[in-house]
């Protein structure tokens, strides 16, 4: 496959792709891919993750899986990533076994990673260098969002590259912008992660009220979602809440190290944040409370 060029991009054909990092949100990415027909080469951490989802897209022409970062990037038109965190992504991107040292040139390294503004726009400078475009875009939609292609997507970089990675991408996004330079994306994600904070915390409040109160909260979270209070943890995560349910996407670890990159970010950009500290802290409380790898409508189990 030729290098991607957004002018001449046929967002219809199939081209080579490679996805680094199989976890609860890539493995289905990657697999959207495969079944919109693009050639899709994986690489993870763990073999036995690569193997099984070779195994489970066998059917898709392409679909195999390579024993390193730059063994999956060679020859791909694009390469998609969503890992843990920023060392994470150094490890996967640089080095004699990263993807730019496979990356042939005029091709596209797309980051669905949260992670920092700073580690974007460092491997923005470094692919550049080589020839090579980097977004970083990290997604918001959770687990569900990734099995289901509907995720929302927040990129920074080049608009160029910006729009040719757009139609492949929506294979498994229904929403994707370009917010700004290098580095913009990151900081969207920062965003929404402060929003869905508070507005959590403002919920298992509510919630731990009414209970408290008596009410019968099923009927008092349906009648509240038709009006101002209404929000998408209400409608999805309400009633579980009320339930004392916290197995249903991400991690309160993950949001932790989320609102970390928020806080570090604030405190060089000088953004007061009281209420999102307060609630990295209760998130804290959950963590130490064993609940870790609850998600994070557990924020109303300090409550009870």
Not at 76 to 103: E, H, K, P, Q, W
Not at 109 to 120: C, E, G, I
Not at 210 to 237: C, F, H, P, T, Y
């Amino acid at each position: 496959m030729s290098s991607i060029n957004a002018k001449t991009y046929d967002s219809s054909a199939p081209h080579n792709v490679a996805f680094l990092g199989l976890g609860v949100m890539g493995f289905p990415m990657a697999g959207h891919l495969a079944q919109a027909g693009h050639k899709v080469t994986v690489y993870n951490r763990s073999a036995a993750k690569s193997a099984a989802w070779c195994t489970e897209f066998a059917a898709a022409s392409g679909a195999r899986s390579a024993a390193t970062p730059r063994e999956a990037a060679q020859g791909a038109d694009i390469v998609f990533c969503c890992v843990g965190n920023d060392a994470d992504l150094r490890s996967v991107v640089l080095g004699t076994d990263g993807a730019y040292a496979g990356m042939k040139r005029g091709a596209l390294f797309v980051d669905h990673t949260t992670a920092s503004a700073n580690v974007a726009r460092e491997l923005h400078a470094a692919g550049k260098a080589l020839g090579v475009s980097f977004i970083d875009a990290p997604v918001s939609g959770g687990q569900a969002g990734a099995q289901n292609g509907m995720l929302t997507v927040m990129c920074g970089g080049d608009a160029a590259a910006f729009d040719a990675a757009r139609p492949v991408a929506m294979a498994f996004s229904r929403a994707m912008a370009l917010m700004g330079e290098s580095g913009a994306g990151q900081l969207a994600k920062m965003v929404n992660q402060i929003c869905i904070a508070g507005m959590v915390q403002g919920l298992a409040e509510g919630i731990a009220f009414g209970q408290k109160a008596g009410l019968d909260m099923e009927q008092v979270l349906e009648v509240i979602g038709k009006g101002a209070a209404q929000s998408w943890q209400l409608d999805n995560r309400g009633k579980s809440m009320a339930a004392g349910k916290f197995d249903f996407g991400f991690a309160v670890d993950w949001m932790r190290k989320d609102l970390g990159l928020v806080l570090d970010e604030a405190r060089r950009n000088g953004a007061r944040l009281p209420i999102t500290a307060l609630v990295d802290q209760f998130y804290a409380d959950v963590q130490n409370a064993g609940g870790g790898r609850w998600d994070t409508s557990s924020l109303i189990s300090r409550l009870k």
